[in-house]
């Protein structure tokens, strides 16, 4: 049975840490003092990006009747692939999460490239935040005292910084591209964002996903978060 009070407790620890991040991103970029920095509508977005990816997924990924193609009849390793989940699911989530970033710098006033990761990383905490949630609410057994606080852990930490790190990226890329003359430019900036994203987003996934304890979704968050704070201090 899951414990209605531990999953809001989990959900609050989720929110709570949430909050500790925007301090920070905040502390280091004044990023409420920008005009029209609308944090409450990029939250929202964020969030909205949660329920539009799982329905897709959940289209693309778990509805079988999709899988009944001539080209996924004749190659079942394909349907079966671990990697082709984990490539698609990262690829839904960081293409309407660009979109979302993409709207986000039209609507605030960006005078640096990096100022588009501050709101790359925003979107992608509301993301965790919401994805933490429904996490929490599906997966949580209270019976299991140690599964439990694994996953709250793995889900408010890891999970967070994760795609702060992923959608930071695309961010910074996407703000890049808009100082671009060219409008090829400007589109293989943007593509070169998503693909970054798209890698280390799919690394991450199966990492989790094939049981490769802490070590190694902790080594992509630290590589990809140095990254973004070396863009940030300069």
Known sequence: MISFTIVISAVAISFLIALFWLAIINYSTNFL??????????????IAVVGIAG????????DKYLFSSNILETNHLLENSLLFYVVIAA????????????WGIKKV?????????IIGMIIGLSFAVAENGIYFATQIDSSSIGEVF??????????????????GILGFF????????????????????LFFSVLIHTIFNASVAIGASYWLPVVIIVMGGTGVLFILRR
């Open 33 to 46: 003092e920008w005009k029209n920095n609308n944090i409450f509508s990029l939250a929202i977005g964020g």
């Open 55 to 62: 329905i897709l997924e959940f289209i693309l990924l778990e």
């Open 91 to 102: 690829l839904i989530e960081e293409s309407l999460k660009g979109i979302v970033i993409w």
């Open 109 to 117: 006033v960006v005078k640096k490239a990096k100022d588009g990761m």
């Open 150 to 167: 694994n996953l709250i852990i793995a889900r408010t930490i890891f999970s967070s910084i994760a795609h702060m790190v992923f959608s």
């Open 174 to 193: 996407i703000a890049r591209g808009g100082y671009c003359q060219r409008n090829l430019d400007k589109i293989l900036l943007i593509l070169l964002g």
